[in-house]
Protein backbone atom coordinates (compact mmCIF):
# COMPACT_ATOMS: atom_id res chain seq x y z
CA UNK A 1 0.00 0.00 0.00
CA UNK A 2 1.89 3.57 -0.83
CA UNK A 3 0.05 6.82 -0.74
CA UNK A 4 1.43 9.91 -2.01
CA UNK A 5 0.35 13.44 -1.59
CA UNK A 6 1.57 16.48 -3.96
CA UNK A 7 0.10 19.84 -4.48
CA UNK A 8 1.56 21.80 -0.93
CA UNK A 9 3.03 24.99 -1.51
CA UNK A 10 3.35 28.53 -0.40
CA UNK A 11 0.46 30.55 -0.93
CA UNK A 12 -1.35 33.63 0.23
CA UNK A 13 -4.06 34.30 2.46
CA UNK A 14 -7.06 34.02 0.35
CA UNK A 15 -5.44 31.27 -2.46
CA UNK A 16 -6.03 28.24 -3.18
CA UNK A 17 -4.70 24.84 -3.31
CA UNK A 18 -5.53 21.67 -4.67
CA UNK A 19 -3.83 18.75 -2.39
CA UNK A 20 -3.57 15.29 -4.49
CA UNK A 21 -3.27 11.53 -3.01
CA UNK A 22 -2.43 9.29 -5.17
CA UNK A 23 -2.99 5.52 -3.56
CA UNK A 24 -1.58 2.26 -5.26
CA UNK A 25 -1.18 -1.40 -3.79
CA UNK A 26 -4.71 -1.94 -2.38
CA UNK A 27 -9.01 -1.61 -3.85
CA UNK A 28 -9.48 1.77 -3.72
CA UNK A 29 -12.50 1.68 -4.42
CA UNK A 30 -13.45 -0.19 -1.33
CA UNK A 31 -12.24 2.04 0.77
CA UNK A 32 -12.57 5.88 2.76
CA UNK A 33 -9.35 7.72 1.88
CA UNK A 34 -9.19 10.77 5.43
CA UNK A 35 -7.59 14.05 4.89
CA UNK A 36 -5.18 14.95 8.71
CA UNK A 37 -2.99 17.74 8.97
CA UNK A 38 -0.43 18.74 11.46
CA UNK A 39 0.44 22.20 12.41
CA UNK A 40 3.73 23.52 14.32
CA UNK A 41 3.33 22.62 18.21
CA UNK A 42 0.20 20.69 17.68
CA UNK A 43 -1.85 17.99 17.08
CA UNK A 44 -2.74 16.33 13.88
CA UNK A 45 -6.33 16.75 13.41
CA UNK A 46 -8.69 15.12 10.81
CA UNK A 47 -9.85 17.66 8.26
CA UNK A 48 -11.87 15.55 5.85
CA UNK A 49 -12.65 12.28 4.41
CA UNK A 50 -14.24 10.24 1.26
CA UNK A 51 -15.81 6.52 1.28
CA UNK A 52 -14.63 6.18 -2.18
CA UNK A 53 -17.40 3.04 -3.21
CA UNK A 54 -20.48 6.17 -2.70
CA UNK A 55 -19.18 9.66 -2.56
CA UNK A 56 -20.20 10.39 0.62
CA UNK A 57 -18.06 13.00 2.38
CA UNK A 58 -16.76 14.53 5.95
CA UNK A 59 -15.71 17.39 7.28
CA UNK A 60 -14.51 18.11 11.18
CA UNK A 61 -13.19 21.48 11.75
CA UNK A 62 -15.91 24.05 11.35
CA UNK A 63 -13.11 25.98 10.08
CA UNK A 64 -12.69 24.34 6.87
CA UNK A 65 -16.51 23.53 6.20
CA UNK A 66 -17.25 25.46 2.94
CA UNK A 67 -14.14 25.94 2.17
CA UNK A 68 -12.25 22.61 1.66
CA UNK A 69 -13.64 20.07 -0.64
CA UNK A 70 -12.71 16.39 -1.27
CA UNK A 71 -13.24 14.44 -4.34
CA UNK A 72 -12.09 11.33 -5.68
CA UNK A 73 -11.25 9.63 -8.71
CA UNK A 74 -11.34 5.47 -8.62
CA UNK A 75 -10.49 5.09 -12.14
CA UNK A 76 -7.30 7.08 -11.32
CA UNK A 77 -7.09 5.99 -7.46
CA UNK A 78 -6.59 9.36 -6.79
CA UNK A 79 -8.37 11.71 -3.88
CA UNK A 80 -8.37 15.96 -4.10
CA UNK A 81 -8.57 17.95 -1.42
CA UNK A 82 -9.80 21.69 -2.76
CA UNK A 83 -8.59 24.34 -0.35
CA UNK A 84 -9.92 27.64 -0.97
CA UNK A 85 -9.86 31.19 1.24
CA UNK A 86 -6.54 30.09 3.36
CA UNK A 87 -5.92 31.69 6.19
CA UNK A 88 -2.40 31.23 7.94
CA UNK A 89 -4.28 28.76 9.89
CA UNK A 90 -4.23 26.34 7.71
CA UNK A 91 -0.63 26.34 7.39
CA UNK A 92 -0.04 22.60 8.23
CA UNK A 93 1.68 19.40 6.34
CA UNK A 94 -1.52 17.97 5.10
CA UNK A 95 -1.34 13.79 5.01
CA UNK A 96 -3.95 11.18 3.49
CA UNK A 97 -4.36 8.39 4.96
CA UNK A 98 -6.77 4.63 4.03
CA UNK A 99 -9.25 3.70 6.09
CA UNK A 100 -8.05 0.11 7.51
CA UNK A 101 -11.99 -0.93 7.18
CA UNK A 102 -12.77 -2.40 3.78
CA UNK A 103 -16.20 -1.38 2.84
CA UNK A 104 -16.86 0.71 5.27
CA UNK A 105 -19.76 2.82 5.42
CA UNK A 106 -18.71 5.75 7.57
CA UNK A 107 -16.01 7.87 8.20
CA UNK A 108 -13.78 8.75 11.45
CA UNK A 109 -10.93 11.17 12.11
CA UNK A 110 -10.10 8.79 14.99
CA UNK A 111 -6.31 8.29 13.81
CA UNK A 112 -6.04 4.66 14.42
CA UNK A 113 -8.78 3.57 12.51
CA UNK A 114 -6.18 4.53 9.14
CA UNK A 115 -3.46 1.82 8.90
CA UNK A 116 -1.53 3.14 5.60
CA UNK A 117 -0.21 7.21 5.21
CA UNK A 118 1.19 8.93 2.73
CA UNK A 119 4.61 11.45 4.03
CA UNK A 120 2.56 14.89 3.98
CA UNK A 121 2.97 17.96 1.98
CA UNK A 122 3.63 21.50 3.31
CA UNK A 123 1.26 24.05 2.82
CA UNK A 124 2.16 27.15 4.07
CA UNK A 125 -0.21 30.30 3.85
CA UNK A 126 1.05 33.80 4.65
CA UNK A 127 -0.36 36.85 5.89
Known amino acids: VQLVESGGGLVQAGGSLRLSCAAS????????IGWFRQAPGKEREGVSC?????????YWPDSVKGRFTVSGDNAKNTVYLQMNSLTPEDTAVYFC????????????????????WGQGTQVTVSS
Open 25 to 32: GFAFADYA
Open 50 to 58: IINKSGTTY
Open 97 to 116: AADSRPRGDYCTDYERVYSS
